[in-house]
């Protein structure tokens, strides 16, 4: 499957994203998030700190999921330069940053991704990794991660949207789930998921198709039960996440029929409980190119913080963006929805 | 085009307050109870709600419940033995019912 992109769609453009949601909000009489906000003494939605770094090293991916808000895949060039990683360490010894969340595409296609992250890990700074785990058998030049990732005790965080190979694959590619439980084996082999060893690997969930997910906790202990009894591979936690209406899964509820029902969907499940943990409150998104965002959704929206070079980056000014406001539009009730969605999973425990 | 069900209607559920509220209210609260956690999971009661929306052929609690246990993990092969169970009762609560067929055949004839 070619991203977006390649095949010149007009959902590859972030404006016309931005226009079709703005679109069925008004033609559906939904109340602008905006609004919402407004109505309930959250806007200006503003930053509680800026705790976590997330770093999108690269569109380039060696999958192309039907879900992927990056429209990442193979046939995408984009990769973040050593210069900008160069850049993004700086700023990570200056800021007081905690955590470092490397993510893609497939961040480890990134040839600069192993010494990237052994700076990182010299800095004492948390790494957190999103690896899709079938990118470790992609090349054998990736058959080591595993260890790698071991021997600098990084966090890996990793996509399975189901604990099947059906419902995986349908979203992730053919043999996607069969590849991901044997990726998970090498990671156990080397302590990851196992109790006291230290070494996390947790799993991301998200619904394979124009649904909500219902609860973290029993889908985590479905997720566990069946992985272990039946492909004896064991991790730590599951986050569950709900899917954005943007990108390819945009591209799924306009042609599947599902848009506007799906945005009622998350409207209705609209939890102000959530807002504050919300993930753009205390995490930065860097771009490939070097610019910041909010969160990895405004990143791929193109709405950026700020104008020119002064968000970029290499002239990172905390001052400004711990008094900034957060952008928000129509696609933010993805995170605001039921419990709340986050790359860590559930907002409201 | 009219049809005597329209899925929009789902939606308007909650408006049967409109005409009832005291009524209504108790309804989605005793409602509430029934799915919460109990001795079973939310998960088994989704389940069961579904086969029951196929054997009282309600095809709005059939929508509603087959997005229920896709949120809450079921597989197409869970939910589709929860249809058969209740397609299992349907048939054979006509089945059992020929026992009396029986009866009254043997009573009759020679």
Not at chain 1, 185 to 194: E, F, M, P, S, T
Not at chain 2, 20 to 39: H, I, T
Request: proline share 3%; net charge negative; with cysteine.
């Amino acid at each position: 499957m070619k991203s977006l992109l390649a095949q010149h769609h007009e959902l590859s453009q972030s404006g016309r994203q931005l226009q079709l949601l703005d679109e069925v909000v008004q033609s559906a009489a939904i109340t602008p998030f905006k609004e919402k906000l407004k109505t309930l003494g959250f806007y200006p939605l503003k930053p509680t700190g800026i705790d976590i770094l997330q770093i999108n090293v690269g569109k380039l991916c060696n999958q192309t999921c039907k879900h992927c808000h990056v429209d990442a895949g193979p046939d995408r060039k984009e990769i973040m330069s050593r210069e900008t990683l160069e850049q993004c360490l700086e700023a990570v010894r200056t800021s007081g940053i905690s955590t470092v969340d490397i993510t893609g595409g497939a961040p480890e296609l990134n040839p600069h991704f192993r010494w990237f992250v052994k700076e990182c890990t010299q800095l004492g700074v948390k790494v957190m990794n999103r690896c899709n785990l079938t990118v470790i058998f992609s090349n054998k030049k990736y058959n080591d991660l595993p260890e790698f990732f071991a021997e600098h005790k990084i966090e890996v965080v990793s996509s399975l949207p189901f604990y099947n190979a059906d419902r995986t694959d349908r979203q992730r590619g053919e043999g996607v789930f069969a590849a991901s439980v044997k990726a998970m084996k090498l990671l156990n082999a080397v302590g990851y998921g196992k109790a006291a060893s230290g070494l996390i690997l947790n799993l991301v969930y998200n619904p394979t198709g124009a649904f909500l997910s219902s609860g973290q906790q029993v889908l985590e202990a479905q997720f566990k039960k069946v992985l272990h009894e039946e492909f004896d591979v064991v991790f730590n936690h599951l986050f569950t996440i709900t899917n954005m209406p943007i990108s390819r899964f945009l591209d799924f509820l306009i042609t599947s029929g599902n848009y506007e029902s799906y945005l009622e969907k998350l409207l209705a499940a609209f939890n102000p409980a959530t807002v504050n943990g919300l993930m753009c409150r205390n995490t930065l998104s860097v771009s490939w190119d070097g610019y910041l965002y909010d969160c990895d959704f405004n990143q791929m929206l193109d709405l950026k913080i700020g104008e020119g070079d002064a968000m970029h980056i290499k002239n990172l000014d905390l001052n400004y963006l711990n008094r900034r406001e957060i952008i928000v539009s129509q696609h933010c009730y993805g995170c605001t929805a039921g419990a709340g969605s986050s790359c860590g999973g559930e907002v409201v425990k | 085009m009219k049809t005597y069900y329209n899925p929009e209607d789902l939606k308007k559920f909650s408006n049967i307050g409109e005409f009832d509220k005291p009524l209504a209210d108790k309804f989605f609260s005793w409602y509430g109870d029934v799915f919460a956690e109990g001795a079973l999971t939310a998960r088994e009661k989704s389940l069961i709600a579904l086969a029951v929306a196929h054997a009282v052929q309600c095809p709005y609690c059939i929508d509603a419940y087959s997005e229920d246990t896709l949120a809450k993990g079921c597989t197409e092969e869970q939910m589709m033995e929860a249809v058969h169970v209740a397609a299992a009762i349907r048939g054979g609560s006509s089945l059992v019912h020929a026992t009396q067929m029986m009866n009254k055949v043997k009573e009759l004839t020679m």
